[in-house]
RNA sequence: GUCCCCGUAGUUCAACGGAUAGAACGAGAGCCUUCUAAGCUUUAGAUGGGGGUUCGAUUCCCUCCGGGGGCACCA
């Protein structure tokens, strides 16, 4: 559509000498399925809109065009369908994407490897396992990556639970749920007081941060990354996989962060402040950009005054090694086969047994961080900026997308306690202090009782349809707005929610598996799409023949929510048609090209689905 | 103090500066002896207040009111 769309602009361009013209859609499809508005000539002709729309109207003329009407200011265009839907529906279309030469990152998840994975998290695999699809799709070469962040106090208690509180690494349970619940309980004890009990944590921390101590570095490995493998579990469930995992002990263990300091401070962005609240630090001078200029503190610590590395600072050195700047690698070996039969990578700092990779230096950047975290991704944003890595065709973004909150009700549902003054909030924000473990597996197993409640056939691939529910819930909704999670509202698989996709595409599987299979759907001649004359199987044409636009949108725009909106009209507008229309009754040559046109809908939704992750099936 | 985000039907969400502000849930009224009723059709119902820019503002600017988040020698 986007293609005849231009056709007609350059055409009018050229008809009306005049340039840079834009065509709108008309608000009412039966007003045309093109409009010009004239106010924007009014000046210039010195004529009122309305006039000029008259003017226009007697130049205008092309084959592709089946007539022209003026409704007030706006000179509405309808398009000779025949001519449209040749074009549309040529062979000739269907050419293979060619490949992009840019490399493409995109860096989502990044969960502390101690607690199983929760529904905030969802939303960010959603989104950031969408972007991958997308962005294949479009031909980039494409990496999903995820920072673990096994360095800090969180996977501390787990140690200490283990090696000071009768935790064993031995376990029936699923090990991130696992790790939840020692975690918890040392959480209980810290606050219960005890010197001891810091003095543990403090030292396993500092054991970690140096790798001084065999033991403890080997049992800190194993921990970690079993729990790490446990949430790709869930991961799986909800149809997103990774390409690797970087662990930030490695980028310590490699003298990355030293290096890069190091070159910075010849380099006279990293100064020692020798005065004011961080003195003894060492610290990124941010006072010259606009951006920062009223803030507080203009600057950002990188090295503390005892010696320590602050976590900004890991994320700009791990940026710089994304786009390729940094003048070393990780090594890295093969962590786990993945559901979907690839292997997820994991950084290494050994170079025995290192596999040779291809990961690093993209050209494109694009990390799936929540947007509390926007002042920090300027930070790094920044940082990359005047050290002069974003000039040519490097580009790092932050996807900023909306928190996940959670009603109270939810919680109740989950059996959580709560305060009476919890209970009146809106809303409540998740929080694994207070041991709210609302996670991806709870929702799943939930989902999955739901659906085989309410299906009056019990052989449909329940888990599939929970995948799909899950993953279009997390992504119908504007990507930089915050989120309410209600547990009802995301059972009740009625109206605007993934099961309508579902629901619709099984039903069109359904008319081809009645048509019989020997109706030759994909060879069609144009005589018989003229047989499509019906209103509403012209919108379906006009809407299906948006989708490349839209996807390239999705992925430019960072807004993968578009493809949701997109299904749910793709679906509403068949489902009107199904009740007004039917297809396998119709006279032959009617259904053949309705049969055809339902060939083009279940295509179209089949690739967009797949997109946002969601698995199509023919029976529900 | 300062920076950012958000205020749209009862509720959850839409709307490149364009025509009559769209949906879904909930509420009311219909539609299954005919291709899957987890569906379709239909009724009622909304832009926080005030300025400005514009032919035209939910959208851009200012201001007020209300809600949230950030600005750590936390990660």
Known sequence: MNQIRIKIEKLLENQLGIKDIKLEIPPESDWGDFSLPCFQFSKELKLSPNKIAEKFKEIIKDNLISKTEIKGPYLNIYLNKKEVMKDIFSPK????????????????????????????????????????KISKYLGYETHAGTYGDDSGVNVGYNLVGHLYYNYPLKTDKKFDHYSGEIYMSMKKREEEGGENFKKQISSIISHIEKNDNLKISKLHEEYTRRCAIAQFESCWKINSFFDFVT??????????????????????????????????????????????????????????????????????????????????????KKLVQQSNKDW????????????????????????????????????????LKMLGYLKGDKKYHHLAYGVVYLTPQTLIDFEFNLTEKEKKQDRLPFSSRKGWFVTIDGLFDMLIEKIKNGSKNKEIPFKKIAMGVIRFD????????????????????????????????????????????????????????????????????????????????????????????????????????????????????????????????????????????MEELDKI
């Open 474 to 613: 997390f992504i119908k909704t504007d990507i930089q707005q915050d989120i309410v999670f209600d547990l009802n509202k995301a059972i009740d698989l009625k109206g605007d929610t993934g099961m309508y996709v579902l629901y619709t595409f099984a039903r069109i599987s359904s008319i081809f598996e009645k048509a019989g299979s020997n109706i030759a759907i994909n060879k069609i001649d144009n005589n018989s799409i003229n047989n499509l004359k019906e209103n509403l199987e012209w919108e379906i044409i006009k809407e299906i023949s948006k989708k490349e636009e839209i996807i390239e949108e999705a992925f430019e725009s960072l807004r993968p929510n578009i493809l949701a909106q997109y299904l749910i009209n793709i679906s509403r507008l068949f489902n009107s048609y199904y009740e007004k229309h039917s297809i396998i009754k119709s006279e032959e040559s009617i259904k053949t090209a309705r049969l055809f046109l339902l060939g083009k809908i279940r295509e179209t939704m089949r690739e967009i689905m797949r997109l946002i992750g």
């Open 344 to 383: 997820i990578f994991t950084t290494s700092s050994e170079k025995k047994e290192s596999e040779k990779k291809d990961f690093g230096n993209y050209d494109r950047a694009i990390a799936v961080v929540d947007n509390r975290q926007t002042y920090a991704q300027n930070v790094v944003k920044t940082a």
């Open 93 to 132: 279309k269907a050419k293979k994407k060619s490949k992009k030469k840019e490399k493409v990152l995109i860096e989502y998840l990044s969960a502390n490897p101690n607690k199983p994975l929760h529904l905030g998290q969802a939303r960010n695999i959603c989104i950031g396992d969408s972007l991958v």
């Open 247 to 332: 662990w930030e002990t490695d980028i310590l263990k490699l003298g990355f962060f030293k290096e890069t300091i190091e070159k910075l401070k010849s380099m006279g962005f990293v100064k020692f402040a020798d005065k004011g609240e961080a003195k003894g630090c060492w610290i990124l001078d941010l006072s010259d950009e606009e951006e920062f200029k009223n803030t507080r503190n203009p600057y950002q610590i990188l090295i503390r005054s005892d010696g320590t590395i602050t976590y900004p600072a890991k994320d700009i050195v791990y940026a710089i090694w994304k786009l390729g700047f940094l003048d070393r690698d990780f090594f890295y």
